[in-house]
């Protein structure tokens, strides 16, 4: 399976600030995915990026708050925009890898965000 | 809404013992079902998946089942070991495309606590 790393692991920041997680995959994948997983709860999909295409974004999240760059097929940005508290959470990225017939889903390490 | 619903959100199971976690489905046209194992600090690792075609697929000690008719679907760890220990999440997608998955519907997760 496709080898996913995200940088930073683990960051804290101030109130206000702006962050971008990146998310390096090994190989060429169409499909990425950026999750947010609050402490001890599931994950919650914010949006779909797919190479050459504006990210599509679920309900209760926005371009301006969540900025995604897309610019091959091997790498995804994340900006977490103005930052607040409520920010605090794991950002995991995950991509769709084909493997024999079907394709299967594929997550990265996360990112972990405290906001102060 | 809910769309995956997961039971019990904690499990505490005695070495050697089987744990069995249980998600419920609405949508009908899912035909995707996989299970992800997350330890502290880590992103979701899939551990196995099911598609509809099949009521039961087996990979060393973990096997899901699955009910298409009641919408239903398990997950059930054998011979259960310490190291078993983590948050269990079921998913769940509609394919297109043949192969492609797209987004994957989480359950809120069970905490799995295997004592020696």
């Known amino acids: 399976s496709a080898v996913i790393s995200q940088k930073p692991s683990r960051d804290i920041c101030q109130r206000g600030t702006s962050l971008t997680i990146q998310c390096q995959v090994d190989?060429?994948?169409?499909?990425m995915f950026w999750y947010r997983q609050q402490p001890g709860q599931s994950l919650t999909l914010i949006a779909t990026?797919?190479?050459?295409?504006?990210?599509?974004?679920e309900s209760g999240f926005v371009i301006d708050k969540f900025p995604i760059s897309r610019p091959n097929l091997t790498f995804s940005t994340l900006t977490v925009s103005n930052m607040s508290p409520e920010d605090s959470s794991i950002y995991l990225c995950?991509?769709?890898?084909?493997?024999?017939?079907?394709?299967?889903?594929?997550f990265g390490p996360g990112t972990r965000l405290t906001v102060l | 809404q809910q769309q995956v619903k997961q039971s019990p959100q904690s499990l505490i199971v005695q070495k050697g013992g089987i744990s069995i976690i249980n998600c419920a489905y609405e949508n009908t046209a899912f035909d995707y079902f996989p299970w992800y194992q997350q330890f502290p600090g880590k992103g979701p690792a899939l551990l196995i998946a099911i598609r509809p075609d099949v009521s039961e697929k087996k990979e060393g000690r973990f096997t899901i089942s699955f009910n298409k008719s009641a919408k239903q679907f398990s997950l059930h760890i054998m011979d259960s070991q310490p190291g078993d220990s983590a948050t269990y999440f079921c998913?769940?997608?509609?394919?297109?495309?043949?192969?492609?998955?797209?987004?994957?519907?989480f359950g809120r997760g069970t905490q799995l606590t295997v004592w020696p």
């Open positions: 998913a769940a997608s509609k394919s297109w495309r043949g192969s492609t998955l797209g987004r994957l519907y």
């Open positions: 990026a797919n190479q050459g295409s504006e990210a599509t974004y």
């Open positions: 190989s060429q994948v169409t499909m």
């Open positions: 995950s991509v769709e890898e084909g493997l024999a017939v079907y394709n299967e889903q594929f």
